[in-house]
T-cell receptor
């Protein structure tokens, strides 16, 4: 089955700096890669996603890149703000069967004012 | 109103008790899911349902059961709770080629 590895597990950055979270996946049939942000006491919420036919996607301060050959994808947050502090999850969805979504273990991001 | 509502939000109970966690959604999605979140382990799938008549086990279904009462309602039961089922539980809808929408979770503690 699919295996998604995510690192780092914790990340501290100064406000205004960039943050990068990296994930690798094992199943070459995976074709959809969402990123979720989980704030304290809340459920994960989608912040950006990318499909396998695209190499990069950007939404304001957030961008995701995908390297299908290497089977890795990354989340980039620029000009970080204190409200970016949260746990971030990457995920990969395969194209076969019931289209199972496999999540990474999460990255706790702390933005220091 | 939230698109995915979970009740209760917090629950403390004793070993051996039967517990039901409820989930309702207003998004009109056919697919619904139950996940468990533990520190360092991410989100793990317990059960999923593609419609009212379709229920499937996920990767960690032992000790759990589910009921899909209607398109909008999907409940998770622990027939005889044990301490290692202490966790944060999330219901979600959507999926397929679209993102999932999560509820705000139920924090369950089993003493």
């Amino acid at each position: 089955g699919e295996n998604v590895e995510q690192h780092p597990s914790t990340l501290s950055v100064q406000e205004g700096d960039s943050a990068v979270i990296k994930c690798t996946y094992s199943d070459s049939a995976s074709n959809y890669f969402p990123w979720y942000k989980q704030e304290l006491g809340k459920g994960p919420q989608l912040i950006i996603d990318i499909r396998s036919n695209v190499g990069e996607k950007k939404d304001q301060r957030i961008a995701v890149t995908l390297n299908k050959t290497a089977k890795h994808f990354s989340l980039h947050i620029t000009e970080t703000q204190p409200e970016d502090s949260a746990v971030y999850f990457c995920a990969a969805k395969n194209s076969g069967g019931y289209q199972k979504v496999t999540f990474g273990i999460g990255t706790k991001l702390q933005v220091i004012p | 109103d939230a698109d995915v509502t979970q009740t209760p939000r917090n629950r403390i109970t004793k070993t051996g008790k039967r517990i039901m966690l409820e989930c309702s959604q207003t998004k009109g999605h056919d697919r619904m899911y139950w996940y468990r979140q533990d520190p360092g382990l991410g989100l793990r799938l317990i059960y999923y349902s593609f419609d009212v008549k379709d229920i499937n086990k996920g990767e960690i279904s032992d000790g759990y059961s589910v009921s899909r009462q209607a398109q909008a309602k999907f409940s998770l039961s622990l027939e005889s709770a044990i301490p290692n089922q202490t966790a944060l539980y999330f219901c979600a809808t959507g999926g397929g080629n679209q993102p999932q929408h999560f509820g705000d979770g139920t924090r369950l503690s089993i003493l």
